[in-house]
């Protein structure tokens, strides 16, 4: 298994503004993902962040958006840029650990609450 | 693309009770479906992983069966106590790593 740190654990922020959401893991792991998850629904996938090299992001998901980076394999960091009300909501980082099991853990999320 | 349902949206039942939990979904080719544990607010915890050639899985009270020919995977939680209340999350995995996940269910054990 991996423990999974995530730093802010909730945060409320202005309209406009940006807030980077840090996550650590306690072990070296092959596969990082962030999701989000609005309020009252289930969690999509914003991207994948590989470690040296830019992120995968999924439809609908921008970099401009929300930058990621991956400097090494414990770390990661999703920035939500520009925030409006609408980006409230929970990210979830979640990893894969290196066993290959293909079981997923997730850290506790940071709800953002944007107003 | 895959499609993930989870029956029924949510769950009300007497302490001691059995509890089942549905999830279905509409294409047979996964690599693995983990169940997962979500209390209010708070991340996800992982209950049981079944991989594709695997037909369940159990750990303490929690059972959880796959059936790929229908796309149905059935979550029993034995002998449900108040500590048990929370919302369940069914997550198929695809060979992409792209987690399809359903709408959960939220379950309420009563004293």
């Known amino acids: 298994s991996a423990v999974i740190s995530q730093k802010p654990s909730r945060d409320i922020c202005q309209r406009g503004t940006s807030l980077t959401i840090q996550c650590q893991v306690d072990s070296q792991v092959t596969m990082m993902f962030w999701y989000r998850q609005q309020p009252g629904q289930s969690l999509t996938l914003i991207a994948t962040a590989n470690q040296g090299s830019e992120a995968t992001y999924e439809s609908g998901f921008v970099i401009d958006k929300f930058p990621i980076s991956r400097p090494n394999l414990t770390f990661s960091t999703l920035t939500v840029s520009n925030m409006s009300p609408e980006d409230s909501s929970i990210y979830l980082c979640?990893?894969?650990?290196?066993?290959?099991?293909?079981?997923?853990?997730f850290g506790e999320g940071s709800r953002l609450t944007v107003l | 693309k895959q499609e993930v349902t989870q029956i029924p949206a949510a769950l009300s039942v007497p302490e001691g009770e059995n509890l089942v939990l549905n999830c279905s979904f509409t294409?047979?080719?996964?690599?693995?479906l983990q169940w997962f544990r979500q209390d209010p607010g708070k991340g996800l915890t992982s209950l049981l992983l079944i991989q594709s050639s695997q037909r369940e899985q159990t750990s303490g009270r929690l059972n959880a069966s796959l059936d790929k020919s229908s796309g149905r995977s059935t979550l029993y939680i034995a002998a449900s106590q108040p500590g048990d209340s929370a919302t369940y999350l069914c997550a198929v995995y695809p060979n992409d790593y792209k987690l399809s996940f359903g709408a959960g269910t939220t379950v309420t054990v009563r004293a």
């Open positions: 979640s990893v894969e650990t290196t066993e290959n099991t293909g079981e997923l853990f």
């Open positions: 294409d047979s080719a996964i690599y693995n």
